[in-house]
C-alpha cells in the first residue's frame, strides 16, 4: 500500500495502490474555491488557497492543496463537491456511479419539445456550459413577390443598390468607352435574397423598378408553414454547468428545468460590506452585482443578490476578506446516505 | 518499517546458526500441515491448501527431508504475536495468499472483531489486512473474525480509529477453515 501525489499544471491526483486501487483527481478550471471540500475532509488532508487571492490575482498555485500524507481517499470531498472539481475513482469506476456512495442530485435539462433556440440561455448561462446550434429557415421561402428592373429605362445610377436593405441588387458598374457609352453592363436581382420590401422601387427616380409583394396582397397565402420552422439542438455540458438556475429563470418558454444541490439562505451584511468586489468575482452563479446609480445624488443598495440563482456553495462567504457575507445550508438534496458517518460529515457542511 | 522486520529476521537466524529463510518457509508449511492433519485433513486435502506436492507433505508429516532447527524457529515465529507472526510469515513467504493460508492455520488465538460507526470507508484497513478479512459494505468496514489473525494493522492505520478487535477465549475448536 502506498500513496503517491501528482501534480500536472494546477491538477492534482492522489493515488493509492493496494487492495483496491483508489485515485482522487482534482480538476482545477473546474473548482470555484468554495471550502465543501475542507470543511468535509475527516482527516483535514484539504486546503484551499484563499479565495480573494485567487479571483483578483493571476495567481499560478492550484486552489487547493492535498495532503497526499493525511488524505485517506475516502471520496468524501467528491461527494459533496458541487462542481465535479473532485473525483474518486476506485478501480477505474466513479464513485459518483456507485449505487453505495451518496451523491448530490443535481441537474440541468433543456426540453427539445420546447425549446426555441432563442439562445438566451446560452447568454445567461455564467459558465459557458451551453451550446445552442440552431439552423434557420431560407429566407427566400419566406417571403413570395415579384421584381422586375425595365433596363431600357433604367439610368444605371446605382441608387437602388445602394437603398437594398437586402443586397440582392448588383449593377455591374464600368467605364463608358467611345464605342459602349454606359456606365454599367447589367443590373442584377438576387431573388434569393429580395424580401419584396419595394424600397427599390420607391427610390428608383425613373421608375424603372416594378415590384410587388404577394404576402401584402394575400397574407401567408402561398407561404408552406414547414419552410418557416426553426430546427436546432441544445446541449449543456454537465462538467462546466454549475446548476445555477440561469438557464431556467430566463428561458421564455420553460424549456430548461435545474435541480439544486443544496438549500438554504445567502445573508448580506451592507453595512459590513467594503464594495471590494471580490464576492462578485468569485461567485460561479452570477449572484452577485453592483448596482449602478439611476440617477445623481441616489445611493444604489452596496451588494445586490438574487438568490433565485444561488446554490449556497459559499464561495462568496469564504471569499469576503470583512466577513459580510453568510451562507447557511439547510438542506443537502442527495441520493440516501447509507453510512452514519458519512451523515454526520454531510450534517457539518449544514448551517455554517 | 521494513528494516525493522529484516532485524527481527535476522535475530532469529542469527540465535540458530546457519538458516536459510526457505528452510524457515518449510517449518512453516510443516507446522501448518500438522495442525491440518491434527484436524483430520488428509494428505491430498492438505497439499491442495498448501500448495504443495503430495509426497513433500507426507514426508513432512513422517519427519523427514526437513531440519528440526527450520521446525523450531517456525514455532518460535508463530508464537510470536500475531503480528510479528504475520509479517514475518510475508517477508518469508513473499505471497499474499500463502502468508494467508500459513497465519490462518496456524493461528491459535480467536478474535472478536468491531467496527464503529464512525468508519469513513476510507478502504485503508482493507489494503493493509494480510488476511484480506475485510471488506467494504454500504461505506463500512465488515472484518470477517474468522479470517482475522489479531495483527491489528488495521486499527494502527484507520484515520477514524474506528476498528476494535479484541482477543476472546476460545471455547474449543469452532473455526472454520
Given at each position: 500500500?502506498?500513496?503517491?501525489?501528482?501534480?500536472?499544471?494546477?491538477?492534482?491526483?492522489?493515488?493509492?495502490?493496494?487492495?483496491?486501487?483508489?485515485?482522487?483527481?482534482?480538476?482545477?478550471?473546474?473548482?470555484?474555491?468554495?471550502?465543501?471540500?475542507?470543511?468535509?475532509?475527516?482527516?483535514?488532508?484539504?486546503?484551499?488557497?484563499?479565495?480573494?487571492?485567487?479571483?483578483?490575482?493571476?495567481?499560478?498555485?492550484?486552489?487547493?492543496?492535498?495532503?497526499?500524507?493525511?488524505?485517506?481517499?475516502?471520496?468524501?470531498?467528491?461527494?459533496?463537491?458541487?462542481?465535479?472539481?473532485?473525483?474518486?475513482?476506485?478501480?477505474?469506476?466513479?464513485?459518483?456511479?456507485?449505487?453505495?456512495?451518496?451523491?448530490?442530485?443535481?441537474?440541468?435539462?433543456?426540453?427539445?419539445?420546447?425549446?426555441?433556440?432563442?439562445?438566451?440561455?446560452?447568454?445567461?448561462?455564467?459558465?459557458?456550459?451551453?451550446?445552442?446550434?440552431?439552423?434557420?429557415?431560407?429566407?427566400?421561402?419566406?417571403?413570395?413577390?415579384?421584381?422586375?428592373?425595365?433596363?431600357?429605362?433604367?439610368?444605371?445610377?446605382?441608387?437602388?443598390?445602394?437603398?437594398?436593405?437586402?443586397?440582392?441588387?448588383?449593377?455591374?458598374?464600368?467605364?463608358?468607352?467611345?464605342?459602349?457609352?454606359?456606365?454599367?453592363?447589367?443590373?442584377?436581382?438576387?431573388?434569393?435574397?429580395?424580401?419584396?420590401?419595394?424600397?427599390?422601387?420607391?427610390?428608383?427616380?425613373?421608375?424603372?423598378?416594378?415590384?410587388?409583394?404577394?404576402?401584402?396582397?394575400?397574407?401567408?397565402?402561398?407561404?408552406?408553414?414547414?419552410?418557416?420552422?426553426?430546427?436546432?439542438?441544445?446541449?449543456?455540458?454537465?462538467?462546466?454547468?454549475?446548476?445555477?438556475?440561469?438557464?431556467?429563470?430566463?428561458?421564455?418558454?420553460?424549456?430548461?428545468?435545474?435541480?439544486?444541490?443544496?438549500?438554504?439562505?445567502?445573508?448580506?451584511?451592507?453595512?459590513?460590506?467594503?464594495?471590494?468586489?471580490?464576492?462578485?468575482?468569485?461567485?460561479?452563479?452570477?449572484?452577485?452585482?453592483?448596482?449602478?446609480?439611476?440617477?445623481?445624488?441616489?445611493?444604489?443598495?452596496?451588494?445586490?443578490?438574487?438568490?433565485?440563482?444561488?446554490?449556497?456553495?459559499?464561495?462568496?462567504?469564504?471569499?469576503?476578506?470583512?466577513?459580510?457575507?453568510?451562507?447557511?445550508?439547510?438542506?443537502?438534496?442527495?441520493?440516501?446516505?447509507?453510512?452514519?458517518?458519512?451523515?454526520?460529515?454531510?450534517?457539518?457542511?449544514?448551517?455554517? | 518499517?521494513?528494516?525493522?522486520?529484516?532485524?527481527?529476521?535476522?535475530?532469529?537466524?542469527?540465535?540458530?546458526?546457519?538458516?536459510?529463510?526457505?528452510?524457515?518457509?518449510?517449518?512453516?508449511?510443516?507446522?501448518?500441515?500438522?495442525?491440518?492433519?491434527?484436524?483430520?485433513?488428509?494428505?491430498?486435502?492438505?497439499?491442495?491448501?498448501?500448495?504443495?506436492?503430495?509426497?513433500?507433505?507426507?514426508?513432512?508429516?513422517?519427519?523427514?527431508?526437513?531440519?528440526?532447527?527450520?521446525?523450531?524457529?517456525?514455532?518460535?515465529?508463530?508464537?510470536?504475536?500475531?503480528?510479528?507472526?504475520?509479517?514475518?510469515?510475508?517477508?518469508?513467504?513473499?505471497?499474499?495468499?500463502?502468508?494467508?493460508?500459513?497465519?490462518?492455520?496456524?493461528?491459535?488465538?480467536?478474535?472478536?472483531?468491531?467496527?464503529?460507526?464512525?468508519?469513513?470507508?476510507?478502504?485503508?484497513?482493507?489494503?493493509?489486512c494480510f488476511m484480506s478479512a475485510i471488506v467494504l459494505e454500504d461505506l463500512k468496514a465488515q472484518i470477517d473474525p474468522n479470517w482475522c489473525c489479531g495483527c491489528i494493522l488495521c486499527g494502527e492505520q484507520c484515520p477514524t480509529n474506528s476498528i476494535e478487535i479484541?482477543?476472546?477465549?476460545?471455547?474449543?475448536?469452532?473455526?472454520?477453515?
Amino acid at each position: 500500500m502506498e500513496t503517491t501525489e501528482l501534480i500536472e499544471g494546477k491538477d492534482i491526483s492522489v493515488e493509492r495502490t493496494g487492495e483496491e486501487e483508489r485515485k482522487l483527481e482534482f480538476k482545477d478550471a473546474l473548482c470555484a474555491s468554495c471550502g465543501l471540500c475542507e470543511k468535509i475532509c475527516p482527516v483535514s488532508a484539504i486546503e484551499v488557497t484563499p479565495a480573494g487571492a485567487m479571483v483578483r490575482t493571476e495567481q499560478d498555485v492550484s486552489k487547493i492543496d492535498i495532503d497526499e500524507n493525511k488524505c485517506v481517499l475516502c471520496g468524501m470531498c467528491s461527494c459533496i463537491c458541487p462542481f465535479e472539481a473532485l473525483d474518486l475513482k476506485i478501480g477505474g469506476e466513479s464513485i459518483k456511479d456507485m449505487e453505495e456512495y451518496p451523491s448530490l442530485l443535481k441537474s440541468a435539462k433543456i426540453s427539445e419539445d420546447t425549446c426555441i433556440y432563442c439562445k438566451a440561455c446560452e447568454t445567461a448561462c455564467p459558465q459557458d456550459a451551453i451550446t445552442i446550434a440552431r439552423q434557420l429557415p431560407e429566407r427566400a421561402k419566406l417571403v413570395s413577390g415579384e421584381i422586375e428592373i425595365d433596363k431600357e429605362t433604367c439610368v444605371d445610377c446605382g441608387i437602388c443598390e445602394e437603398m437594398c436593405p437586402a443586397d440582392a441588387i448588383t449593377l455591374e458598374h464600368k467605364f463608358p468607352s467611345s464605342d459602349d457609352p454606359t456606365v454599367s453592363s447589367d443590373i442584377i436581382v438576387d431573388k434569393d435574397k429580395c424580401v419584396y420590401c419595394l424600397v427599390c422601387k420607391k427610390a428608383c427616380p425613373v421608375d424603372a423598378i416594378k415590384a410587388v409583394c404577394r404576402i401584402c396582397s394575400y397574407g401567408d397565402y402561398d407561404i408552406n408553414p414547414e419552410d418557416s420552422e426553426i430546427v436546432g439542438s441544445s446541449y449543456i455540458d454537465d462538467e462546466l454547468c454549475v446548476n445555477c438556475g440561469w438557464c431556467q429563470e430566463i428561458c421564455p418558454v420553460d424549456a430548461a428545468e435545474v435541480t439544486k444541490p443544496f438549500e438554504g439562505t445567502l445573508t448580506l451584511n451592507q453595512d459590513l460590506c467594503q464594495g471590494c468586489e471580490t464576492c462578485v468575482m468569485a461567485c460561479p452563479c452570477n449572484v452577485l452585482s453592483f448596482p449602478q446609480s439611476t440617477e445623481p445624488g441616489k445611493k444604489p443598495e452596496k451588494l445586490h443578490k438574487d438568490e433565485k440563482y444561488c446554490i449556497y456553495c459559499g464561495a462568496c462567504q469564504k471569499a469576503c476578506p470583512v466577513g459580510a457575507i453568510d451562507v447557511e445550508r439547510t438542506k443537502i438534496n442527495s441520493t440516501p446516505v447509507r453510512s452514519k458517518s458519512w451523515q454526520k460529515a454531510f450534517d457539518s457542511v449544514k448551517t455554517k | 518499517m521494513e528494516i525493522l522486520y529484516i532485524k527481527v529476521k535476522v535475530s532469529v537466524i542469527n540465535t540458530h546458526g546457519v538458516i536459510m529463510p526457505k528452510h524457515i518457509v518449510s517449518g512453516l508449511r510443516y507446522l501448518a500441515a500438522v495442525e491440518l492433519r491434527k484436524k483430520g485433513y488428509t494428505q491430498r486435502e492438505i497439499a491442495e491448501r498448501l500448495v504443495m506436492d503430495r509426497s513433500t507433505v507426507s514426508h513432512y508429516l513422517n519427519g523427514r527431508n526437513i531440519s528440526w532447527n527450520s521446525i523450531e524457529i517456525a514455532d518460535v515465529i508463530r508464537n510470536l504475536c500475531p503480528r510479528d507472526f504475520s509479517i514475518l510469515t510475508y517477508a518469508l513467504v513473499k505471497d499474499k495468499e500463502k502468508t494467508r493460508n500459513i497465519v490462518k492455520i496456524c493461528s491459535i488465538r480467536k478474535y472478536e472483531c468491531n467496527v464503529k460507526n464512525t468508519c469513513i470507508a476510507c478502504g485503508i484497513c482493507v489494503d493493509v489486512c494480510f488476511m484480506s478479512a475485510i471488506v467494504l459494505e454500504d461505506l463500512k468496514a465488515q472484518i470477517d473474525p474468522n479470517w482475522c489473525c489479531g495483527c491489528i494493522l488495521c486499527g494502527e492505520q484507520c484515520p477514524t480509529n474506528s476498528i476494535e478487535i479484541k482477543e476472546v477465549e476460545d471455547n474449543g475448536d469452532n473455526r472454520t477453515y
